[in-house]
């Protein structure tokens, strides 16, 4: 109320000058925004601006990738700090490091202002509107409609139980809320069922779900992974057919199938055994690279447990072969030390 009466003496009667920013619309004093309290609705940032910002923080790298990560990042000013923050300081500025970042984690004071934002959104919020937040952070990517309505089917407890039976207008209606907030991207007209967020969003409520809910987390990805699995090409023979395999294997490690994932999917169907398709034919090492994150405790040096020993010291190798052909040699080298040593100890000569 204070601010109610404040804001509105000054569009009466301010000499000055007053800045409001918001994420929502200010209804108080929405009849004097063709007079003395103007409306500049603000776009974020190009790619050129963005690129500009984390080389100002200290990120190095070509400026084409300067410009995707200021793509991957939606042009989020806020974002786009933390991210040349982090990297600058932790990663020496590597801006190819960038899919290694978890926004959220890093520097406190910014870290724990963006985490404040979403809870503050969060408390406001019913369990529908909760729930396709949820949706959204089980992706690290939008999240195609075609997997939204999978989840929603499935009615998952803690996760998309309180979307079952609701109608087509209250749904709308929560997806309208949430797009007016800006927690949900805006609806995506080649796929009007799809779920997008701002990383920083995923991130929040993907963190969230699995930490306080760790059964609806493993089930939301089971469920996608036998989706993916069941739905994919058995053999793809293109880089685009073989997406949702590589999908399949990230929902996979999620869900704590990780040797499943690993024999089912990224061997016999991903890399077809021996004949390694998804690079020597394809030549998939970036989003191979993804994939195989899903292997490791800690990128690119500690296989999960779940994985037998033979299969620890691959995947050890593997990213080594992929940081290789990516061009990231002073990375690659470490993996690729590490299943040396772990051949040796297992006298695995071969």
């Not at 970036?286 to 800690?298: D, K, N, Q, R």
């Amino acid at each position: 109320p204070g601010l109610k009466m404040l804001l509105e003496g000054l569009a009466a009667s301010n000499p000055g000058l007053c800045v409001v920013t918001s994420r929502v619309h200010v209804d108080d004093i929405a009849h004097f925004a063709n007079t003395t309290a103007p409306v500049v609705d603000l776009e974020n940032l190009s790619e050129e601006a963005g690129a500009q910002v984390l080389a100002n923080l200290g990120v190095d790298g070509p400026e084409e990738e300067l410009r995707e990560a200021s793509r991957e990042f939606g042009g989020h000013g806020l974002a786009l700090n933390l991210l040349g923050t982090f990297l600058s300081t932790v990663h020496d500025g590597d801006v190819r490091r960038r899919g290694e970042v978890h926004i959220l984690d890093e520097d406190e004071e910014k870290g724990g202002h963006a985490r404040r934002v979403m809870r503050s959104y969060e408390d406001h919020l019913g369990e529908a509107d909760l729930a396709l937040l949820r949706i959204a952070g089980l992706f690290d990517r939008p999240a195609a409609g075609e997997l939204v309505e999978v989840l929603k089917d499935a009615a998952i407890p803690g996760l998309t139980e309180p979307l079952a039976g609701l109608g087509a207008r209250e749904l709308q209606r929560g997806l309208n809320h949430l797009r007016k907030a800006r927690l949900l991207a805006e609806e995506d007209p080649a796929d009007k069922a799809a779920l997008d967020a701002h990383p920083l969003v995923r991130e929040y409520f993907g963190d969230k779900l699995r930490d306080e809910t760790p059964e609806a987390w493993r089930a939301g990805h089971d469920c996608l992974y036998e989706h993916l699995t069941k739905t994919a090409d058995e053999l793809p023979e293109t880089a685009e057919a073989m997406a949702p395999l590589f999908a399949a294997v990230a929902h996979g490690c999620a869900a704590g199938r990780h040797q499943e994932a690993m024999d089912e999917v990224y061997w016999r169907r991903i890399k077809r055994g021996d004949e390694f398709f998804s690079t020597k034919k394809l030549g998939l090492f970036g989003s191979e690279l993804a994939a195989l994150s899903g292997f490791f405790a800690e990128p690119w040096t500690s296989p999960v447990d779940a994985l037998t020993e033979a299969y620890k010291s691959y995947v050890l190798n593997q990213a080594g072969v992929d940081l290789k052909a990516l061009g990231r040699l002073i990375e690659a080298a470490q993996p690729m030390r590490a299943c040396l040593d772990m051949d040796i100890a297992r006298k695995d000569w071969k």
